[in-house]
């Protein structure tokens, strides 16, 4: 089982803000990076540390976190949106890397 | 720009040993700013860490293969490999070699490859 806590799946309107959580108790100490995986396709970095985007990533994909919970935002989603979102950190010990279970993303 | 390319067997036999490799390309595995990684996906399901590797050779493995798992570097090749022992077909997945950089972002993934086990 994951120490990273995803929603299974998660649905927007095309145009709408979507926001995609990941808790963990080792969010307060870690940051989330986030992660897009289109099928057939291997996952793409999103965001990572505070709220920082890899070079060529839309600014409509932004990232927060309170507490034990990282937040994936998309403001104004599009159909090339729609895919599967997983986030990952350390472990509570800070010795591993673990992935949540990820969350599909359908954009109406 | 830095590519990762898994490289290996498509199939395994049951109870034997899976073994493949990342070649970097495009930069040196020897940057001192990243580690390299090994994750894998079965099917229809989620991503599983299996382990990581500095170019110190200092490694870190998921509790649930580390009996398994031996992750190695070869810094004159621009490579890392992974072994997992003692195979069934729960081990049957997409395997991805990714670098990881600030913050333990897997910043670039290689392009998967699909390892059956299988007799």
């Known amino acids: 089982s994951s120490e990273l806590t995803q929603d299974p799946a998660v649905s927007v309107a095309l145009g709408q803000t979507v926001r995609i959580t990941c808790q963990g108790d080792?969010?307060?100490?870690?940051?989330a990076s986030w992660y897009q995986q289109k099928p057939g396709q291997a996952p793409v970095l999103v965001i990572y540390?505070?709220?920082n985007r890899p070079s060529g990533i839309p600014d409509r994909f932004s990232g927060s976190s309170s507490g034990n919970t990282a937040s994936l935002t998309i403001t104004g989603a599009q159909a090339e949106d729609e895919a599967d979102y997983y986030c990952?950190?350390?472990?509570?010990?800070?010795?591993?890397?673990?992935f949540g279970g990820g969350t599909k993303l359908t954009v109406l | 720009q830095v590519q990762l390319q898994e490289s290996g067997p498509g199939l395994v036999k049951p109870s034997q040993t899976l073994s493949l490799t990342c070649t970097v390309s495009g930069g040196s595995i020897s940057s001192g700013s990243y580690y390299w990684s090994w994750i894998r996906q079965p099917a229809g399901k989620g991503l599983e860490w299996i382990g990581r590797?500095?170019?110190?050779?200092?490694?870190n493995y998921n509790p649930s293969l580390k009996s398994r798992v031996t992750i190695s570097v070869d810094t004159s090749k621009n490579q890392f490999s992974l072994k997992l022992s003692s195979v069934t077909a729960a081990d049957t997945a997409v395997y991805y070699c990714a670098q990881v950089g600030a913050n333990d972002a897997f910043d670039i993934w290689g392009q998967g490859t699909m390892v059956t086990v299988s007799s």
């Open positions: 990952n950190s350390r472990d509570s010990s800070g010795n591993q890397v673990v």
């Open positions: 590797i500095y170019t110190s050779g200092s490694t």
């Open positions: 540390g505070k709220n």
């Open positions: 080792s969010l307060r100490s870690y940051y």
